[in-house]
């Protein structure tokens, strides 16, 4: 049987109403070394402009944000976004942040205008691949870092282990970024202890 596309949970229900308030309580804890790991990938300083694609909860937006960089957290979900706002409150990173309401393939933010576009464990669900890889695309500076972090699902898997790569769909999703003039990209596996994940991580096109 053919493998899945790297978005095959796109018709995953929206985390709206008390389900998202409830989904974003569960990221809150065990995400951090996620954020931490693709923070150390990027190099984040406080040089940098980071946008969080799908950052619910903000766990990896106020890890770039005490590096010192101004960063961009988008979500589409309003509850994520007022768990996110309500935890940055209490924890008061050093950098400046902003919220904005917005999906992967419509981000409404600015051409060339980031150093760092990152995705954890959000491309699973992207509704329109191609449609989020363009604005992936578009919002970074020529030479830019992208990376995609899902974690690490066994072929066949079902219900809640199946929510995130397998390797085959980790491989495809790197060749749809080489295909874009991505390069280098670098497909690796991760072990945090109980959770294990995959990054793909990417160069944008000089141009």
């Not at 978005?7 to 065990?30: E, K, R, S």
């Not at 619910?56 to 005490?66: D, N, Q, S």
């Not at 980031?114 to 669900?125: E, G, I, N, Q, R």
């Amino acid at each position: 049987m053919a493998d899945l596309p790297p978005n095959h949970h796109a018709d995953y229900p929206q985390f709206t109403g008390l389900f998202g308030y409830i989904a974003g309580l569960t990221m809150v804890t065990g995400r951090t070394r996620d954020a931490r790991l693709v923070a150390d990938m990027a190099d984040v300083d406080a040089a940098d402009r980071v946008v969080d694609i799908g950052c619910g909860p903000g766990t990896a937006v106020r890890v770039a944000a005490k590096r010192g960089a101004r960063v961009t957290g988008l979500d589409p979900s309003e509850p994520m976004l007022r768990l996110a706002r309500l935890l940055t409150r209490l924890r008061r990173p050093a950098g400046e942040i902003t919220w904005v309401r917005a999906g992967a393939e419509d981000m409404r933010l600015p051409d060339a205008s980031f150093d760092v576009c990152w995705s954890l464990a959000t491309v699973h669900h992207w509704p329109e691949l191609e449609a989020g890889m363009d604005e992936v695309e578009r919002v970074l500076r020529p030479g830019a870092t992208f990376i995609a972090l899902e974690k690490q699902a066994a072929p066949g898997a079902t219900g809640n282990a199946s929510h995130g790569w397998t390797p085959q769909q980790a491989h495809t999703f790197a060749g749809m970024l080489r295909s874009r003039g991505f390069t280098p990209v670098e497909v690796t596996n991760h072990d945090l202890g109980r959770r294990q994940v995959v990054t793909v991580a990417a160069t944008a096109p000089q141009g």
